[in-house]
Structures are given as C-alpha cells and as structure tokens.
C-alpha cells in the first residue's frame, strides 16, 4: 500500500522504514531519502523555511509521480511525505521510500521521485531570514536533475 501525505505534522523515519519492510518475503531492497531543511550556505542567515502548497492538486501530482516510478521499475511499495508550513533549521521536510525485490530498482525509484518531486510538485518555498523572508527560486540543479528522467 502506497502512501502520500502532505502536512505539517513530522515525521518518524524508522517508523516509516518498518512500513516498508511490511512488503512481503519478495522485497529484497529498501531504498530512502530523508530531507532536512538547511541554510543554502551563502552566508544568507536562514533561520527556516515556510512552504505552501495547492491541497490536493499536491497530492494528486505526486501520486502521479508514483504511478510513474511504477511504470518504469518494479515496485512493492512507495511512501512519500512531504511537511508544509514553518519549518526550522534541520527539520526533517521530505521522506521517500521505496521497497523492492531488486536494489537496482529501489534506488532508480528513490531517486526519480525525489529529483522529480523537486521540479513537478506544486510547492511554493519562503526563506525565513535574520533580515527578513524571500520566496526562493527553482535552483537549475535541481531542473537538471528532473530533465534528466525525461523519456
């Protein structure tokens, strides 16, 4: 059973982990990423972030996404959870896992949707700053990243 949240509640990693180890004797690999909100490191004085997002159309790309994984590798089970509203400074703001028979598959997975949840999913970022807010721009790191799973 797949999962998508989106909300402001955190999140328990291994608690998360052990959902996916719920798979089955066929899983042979779990791959996640976990993500920490942290300063860009250009010396910006970041205190945290404020995220927005559109309900529901949120959760729909993103389960798009999924359908998407699943079309391209073989997987057991996926779950997404993406936190909004204020964050601070190495809070967790992303969970993906994924659960497969094969790690080649579980790590490809992994990595599209988080490269892809990056670029295709209708989130809105404010850095919150000593000096004040600013909404952050798509870096083209992250645009590079998604381009490249393009078919």
């Known amino acids: 059973m797949d999962l998508v949240q989106v909300g402001e509640e955190d999140f328990d990693p291994a608690e998360e982990y052990a959902h996916l180890r719920t798979?089955?004797?066929?899983?042979?690999?779990?791959?996640?990423?976990?993500?920490?909100?942290?300063?860009?490191?250009?010396?910006?004085?970041?205190?945290?972030?404020?995220?927005?997002?559109?309900?529901?159309?949120t959760e729909q790309v993103i389960t798009g996404l999924i359908h998407q994984a699943r079309e391209r590798w073989d997987l057991h089970r996926?779950?997404?959870?993406?936190?909004?509203?204020?964050?601070?400074?190495?809070?967790?703001?992303?969970?993906?896992?994924?659960s497969s028979a094969h790690r080649?598959?579980?790590?490809?997975?992994?990595?599209?949707?988080?490269?892809?949840?990056?670029?295709?999913v209708p989130f809105w970022k404010k850095e919150l700053t000593d000096s004040g807010e600013h909404w952050v721009e798509q870096k083209a790191s992250d645009r590079q990243s998604g381009e490249r799973w393009e078919e």
């Open 23 to 57: 798979s089955g004797s066929g899983t042979g690999a779990i791959a996640t990423f976990t993500g920490l909100v942290r300063d860009s490191g250009d010396l910006s004085g970041v205190t945290g972030l404020y995220l927005e997002h559109y309900p529901g159309m």
């Open 78 to 98: 996926v779950r997404i959870i993406h936190r909004v509203g204020s964050l601070r400074l190495t809070d967790q703001i992303v969970f993906v896992g994924v």
């Open 104 to 120: 080649s598959d579980a790590f490809a997975a992994c990595q599209f949707l988080m490269d892809t949840l990056k670029t295709s």
